[in-house]
């Protein structure tokens, strides 16, 4: 009877290290998962960013191109005024605001 009682407890024991170990390692292997997960996202998004790199500096050097040539005034006054939003001193700017 004693020894049965030790053996009931023992096989206790036993299913609880059991179930302790499966939930470790069901845990270590979910958590592995999503770093792989998250590792390949950010693997991508660096992809996209050296990409994007990439183009910018294609126009960086076709805008130096273009600036290195000097001569197209033009060109020079477009660029001030669109994009950067310069004009002459006495010149007017009308802004349209109704949204069209």
């Known amino acids: 009877m ?17 179930l302790a170990v499966f939930c470790f390692v069901s ?24 990409i994007k790199c ?3 500096r294609i126009a960086n050097k076709e805008a ?4 290195a040539l000097g001569d197209d005034q033009s060109y020079i006054e477009r660029i001030a005024k669109g994009k950067l939003g310069f004009a002459y001193p006495d010149e007017r700017i009308f802004i349209d605001t109704s949204g069209k």
């Open 54 to 56: 990439e183009e910018q």
């Open 27 to 50: 845990y270590t292997v979910f958590v592995l998962v999503d770093l792989q997960i998250d590792i390949v996202a950010r693997r991508n998004e660096l992809n996209d960013l050296h």
């Open 64 to 67: 130096e191109r273009l600036l």
């Open 2 to 18: 004693a020894r049965r009682k030790i053996k009931q407890k023992r096989q206790k024991k036993n299913l609880l290290f059991r």
